[in-house]
């Protein structure tokens, strides 16, 4: 069995390069910003790929338990674990003490969306919303 890492590596790199050059070039238009559809586009995909990387990886680990052998990296494996590591618990320091994750950070965004969208369709007369603070230069 050949190691499934590199070619699903560079499909997802590949994958995430095209959303980020597609969210460039929509910024830098003066037209209203659509995402949606090549969002969800590129997370079917992601979801596909890294599906396909874990059907191989566990299938080199049925190998590695049943004949003692794989191709895998051991190096590579543990650069691996570190970046999912840093992808699904990574905090970083933000100020005033606070730290806080992409995932935290996506999630207040999904609130700051979602109040936004019920303000713009609703209107704002009697709405408390809560504000949250801009992380400032000197705060890092």
């Known amino acids: ?4 890492l590199r070619q699903y590596i ?7 390069s095209q959303l980020g050059n597609e969210l460039q070039m929509q910024a830098q238009s003066n037209q209203p ?17 890294l599906h396909n990387l874990n059907a191989d990886l566990d299938a080199c680990r049925y190998d590695l338990i049943k004949d003692g052998e794989c ?8 650069s691996i674990k570190g970046a999912l590591y840093h992808l699904l618990n990574g905090g970083s320091y933000t ?6 994750s992409p995932t935290a950070e996506l999630h207040k965004m999904m609130f700051l969306i979602d ?4 303000l713009l369709a609703l209107g704002s007369n009697g709405s ?3 504000i949250f603070d801009k992380i400032t230069d000197k705060d890092r």
């Open 1 to 4: 069995m050949k190691n499934p």
């Open 71 to 78: 191709n895998l990296n051991p190096l590579e494996i543990e």
């Open 128 to 130: 408390k919303e809560y």
């Open 33 to 49: 910003l659509n995402i949606h559809g090549q969002v969800k586009q590129t997370m079917d995909n992601l979801t596909y790929y």
């Open 95 to 100: 100020h005033n003490g606070d730290s806080s």
């Open 115 to 118: 109040s936004l969208y019920r």
């Open 10 to 16: 560079y499909e997802i790199g590949s994958l995430l």
